[in-house]
DNA sequence: GCGTAATCTTAAAATCTTTTAAGATCTGCT
DNA sequence: AGCAGATCTTAAAAGATTTTAAGATTACGC
């Protein structure tokens, strides 16, 4: 290994879009973002967390892998079992944010539809203020 | 094309795991985070931003067409140019958001690297040469 | 050491996304 | 109407991810 490399493994330097893609990519699965949502409020094992989502070990492994390489989560062995958990509990700050924006477009979107049978002309379900 | 731009299609119910993860994915694109950033603080036209990824315009479309169909961006035409932008601004916290876990890991990973022996986390960085 | 449970790895097949290239549309102009 | 510029759509090829299935490791108790 080398010195003073600024990426964890010498690769090429990745540009920032890049990496931000990476990050949000390795969100973009949902068991996944189940995983996560597992993990928020304590670790679990690798068996746990796999019968909570019902995916076999070699698909929980993987997608376990894939958000350890990506600087998620982190795991401590005890025994034959794995436990694993967040590394950074941003990330569910992160969720909260997705989960807000996701459910005002559900709710305008909503107004959309409902918007057409309408006919007062000044409001409809929601009021404004 | 039927009534107006972006309905909900009464599809079969997702679970919201997956519109979580299709949210993320949509993101998952270094083109798409670009475009993002590039619309913060003004909407533009499809050749502006076109002209700045370097891309064609069928990528271009595309992209934008994905992002629309999240519902992430909206469209409006002037002439014969069509200009897109943010729906929602929240989406600017979720990359910042997104960039502190990047940088705090890059940090950290920095940290394993250069020192084995001294742990003040804050001030590792720079500390040595 | 051997057997067993838990986790991880690998490789091929299936599936999904991105790129590329060509053409279609839509708008404003003359 | 016909033309030109901007944007959108589509289809096939290329590339990447996910699933599936099988085998490899690792740690523990006997």
Redesign the interface.
Known sequence: ?SL?????QSGPPR?I??????????????????IL?LLRDHESTVGELQAALEIDSSGTSQHLAAMRRQ?LLESRRAGTNVHYRV??P??F???E??????S???AE??D??LDKEADTPAMSRKARG
Request: charged share 25%; no cysteine; net charge positive.
């Open positions: 290994m003073s490399d600024q990426d964890q540009p879009h890049q990496i931000k893609a990476e990050f949000f990519r390795v969100l973009g699965h949902p068991a996944r973002v189940r949502e600087g590394r950074d941003r990330i700050k992160l969720l944010v997705a989960l807000q924006i996701i005002s477009h559900f979107a909503q959309v539809l």
